[in-house]
DNA sequence: GCGAGTGTGAACGCTATGTGAACCGCTTCG
DNA sequence: CGAAGCGGTTCACATAGCGTTCACACTCGC
């Protein structure tokens, strides 16, 4: 695991020892500068800014954290209970906060909601919507319970349009992100696709990707909330 | 604004205090039974759980809300000290969670950052002038809650009109702008999609689109009344 | 009341999509 | 090594939905 980046420099003891215990590898920076001069290879796995002693220092590198081109992600914050009323307009710069001191049991469960959180926007091993189910571990498909046979293609383009419920794409847009960036290939290929997708899921169920005339193809239904 | 979705009922009188002052809406509910009968008709804009008196209760009532075809959120849980470990492998289950009692500055500062993340991770592109609603993503529109079933044409059209409330185009910019900077075409084109617009907003807001004689048309009010 | 401008209904023709089938490369198996 | 099967792509054709156009009725302003 890459190391988190930690804020500032040197860092309170008890925040030390907390993800000494809870083993998590970690690396200290004390200014902006440090930022990338430390940054291993790999880059950060997350941060951790302590804002309790310096405000508006904790402030820019979380700024500075955000703006590269990869915002760097997840980003724990933790300031003193006096200081929660800065946190206003200023959600972009953080992705939980801790009040400071903290308690370690609950330190350690933020963490790993945080990791768990971010962690599941790149790879969720289940996709659910409505009676269908995607098992990415296994490469399984099934509708109402019943297991769908989908050749790779197949499940690759559901795989894409399911995790977007809602979303239309147009043909181009589901060749280079479900076929490969630099495909060269007839649009009419996802139509065939989706054609088939349409009859494996069945007569009840081939509503589930709608034709969006001169558009392109939606799964499911509109999000209309919020 | 929906109400929010509390839980237990009766709620814990500092949490009720904290949501008046906090200017949120809110609805208590006992038991799952009551989810669907105290719903609104546009549904919650998202729940507070708290866990710290009845943990199983609470967790059936997480489950409940993100078993449904559109997982509510933001959930934010509050639980005790002491109940911290048992959020363990529960992550799916809540958007945040926050040490009860709380101080209500802190609770206040979890709530307006559930809700500003959850409104910009998942809310939609959406265009809304009164009753109209234009979803950019789906390319979806709806009136008063009810879809609109519109051509890609027709979508565009209004796209582009209500986009820019008020203001008047004459046919040609239209043609220009909606249907394509070379097109050559006749500008009655517009007014039978006008027309069918109109028809398919229904009499009662076949209005948004007003006719400037000699002019061209206007979405929505004119900035100077009428 | 006249003319320009606009609403309305219907008809035409095009284009996007659905559909069946052929093609082609790859893997598997005899 | 060749045949067969599978899966992905492409092609040709059918079709319905949709945009455009036109003729005519109507309205508004002068």
Redesign the interface.
């Known amino acids: 695991m890459e190391p988190l980046l930690v804020f500032p420099d040197p860092v309170p003891p008890e925040l030390a020892q907390s993800l000494d215990l809870a083993g998590y590898p970690w690396k200290a920076v004390a200014d902006e500068a440090g930022l990338v001069a430390a940054e291993p290879e790999d880059g950060w796995s997350g941060a951790i800014v302590v804002a309790a002693h310096d405000l508006d220092g904790a402030f820019a590198v979380c700024r500075a954290l955000r703006k590269r081109d990869l915002p760097l992600e997840p980003l724990l914050l933790l300031i003193s209970?006096a200081q929660?009323?800065d946190?206003?307009l200023r959600?972009d710069l953080?992705?939980?906060?801790c009040?400071y001191p903290f308690?370690p049991?609950?330190f350690e469960?933020r963490m790993?909601?945080l990791f768990?959180?971010t962690g599941r926007g790149t790879r969720p091993e289940l996709i659910e919507?409505?009676d269908l189910r995607l098992n990415l571990e296994t490469y399984q498909a099934a509708i109402a319970g019943k297991p769908l046979d989908l050749t790779y293609m197949e499940y690759e383009l559901l795989k894409f349009l399911a995790s977007h419920p809602?979303?239309?794409f147009t043909r181009e847009t589901l060749l280079s992100r479900v076929w490969g960036y630099e495909y060269y290939g007839g649009a009419r290929t996802v139509d065939v696709h989706v054609r088939r997708l349409r009859a494996k899921l069945g007569e009840e169920h081939a509503n589930l990707i709608q034709t969006?005339?001169?558009?392109g193809y939606?799964f499911g239904q509109?999000?209309?909330?919020?």
Do not use: C, I, N, T
């Open positions: 209970g929660v009323a946190l206003e959600d953080f992705d939980d906060f009040l308690q049991r609950e469960a790993k909601h768990w959180r919507y409505g809602g979303k239309v969006v005339r001169s558009v939606r509109s999000r209309w909330g919020l």
